[in-house]
């Protein structure tokens, strides 16, 4: 099991922006797609994003236009820019490792978007 560090979030006004991270080990030589997942309170975790190892991206259509999932191989870290923030965008972020490694879980990060 390999352990996904995240990092970013906090408390932004609505049309705010905010970047999060997600540094998971070797990842990239080991060709991992990533993908990011948001979670409402007493919500079930929901997609938002992926990125496979031949540089393709995916949305949901929530978030496109608005979230850019991008990355930077030399410090195998994954990010997700969140921009004109929403507060239906409020909760927890969840990076995954995906196909075809095994998926491990970040520990998650709050975003919330409040006036």
């Known amino acids: 099991q390999v352990q996904l560090v995240q990092s970013g979030g906090g408390l932004v006004q609505p049309g705010g922006s905010l970047k999060l991270s997600c540094t998971a080990p070797s990842f990239t030589s080991r060709k991992c797609a990533m993908k990011w997942y948001h979670q409402a309170v007493g919500k079930q975790r929901e997609w938002v994003s992926s990125?496979?190892?031949?540089?393709?991206?995916t949305y949901a259509d929530s978030v496109k236009g608005r979230f850019t999932i991008s990355i930077d191989k030399g410090k195998d870290t994954v990010y997700l820019q969140l921009n004109g923030l929403k507060p239906d965008d409020t909760g927890m972020y969840f990076c995954k490792t995906w196909w075809p490694c095994p998926e491990d879980w970040g520990q998650g990060t709050q975003v919330t978007v409040a006036s």
């Open positions: 990125l496979m190892d031949d540089g393709r991206t």
